[in-house]
């Protein structure tokens, strides 16, 4: 039951942050982390949300854990990567993006990334 629950919570906060309501969407996904805190996703969703408020170091630690549940799940790598990059430590952007590549070569958003991080 808190599977499902965390499920529901987990895609508000996807649909919030859409809206660009990363307040409620940050509520939302710390629910969804709160009732499946083993889940790589809502981690990775929370930390994206805290992103977009400039909680960067928080949502390193967000992309991290879940990289530590799920070392194969490439948004989380690709996250880890742009914060990284926000952060100034372009050395270890690239090789999180490169991991990310590494693990799915066709994923876009990595590509992007590791273009605008070269270009710095």
């Not at 499920?7 to 499946?36: H, P």
């Not at 948004?75 to 090789?95: H, M, T």
């Amino acid at each position: 039951m808190s599977a499902q629950r965390a499920k529901f919570w987990l895609k508000y906060s996807q649909q919030l942050a859409a809206a660009i309501r990363y307040n409620e969407a940050l509520a939302a996904a710390e629910r969804a982390v709160a009732l499946e805190p083993t889940n790589a996703e809502a981690l990775y969703t929370r930390g994206t949300c805290k992103a977009m408020l400039a909680q960067y170091t928080e949502a390193l630690a967000d992309f991290e854990q879940a990289l530590d549940l799920d070392n194969y799940y490439v948004p989380a790598w690709d996250g880890k990567a742009w914060v990284l990059g926000i952060l100034g430590r372009k050395e270890e952007a690239l090789a999180a993006v490169q991991h990310a590549l590494d693990l799915n070569p066709d994923y876009f958003e990595a590509q992007k990334r590791k273009q605008r991080l070269e270009a710095m």
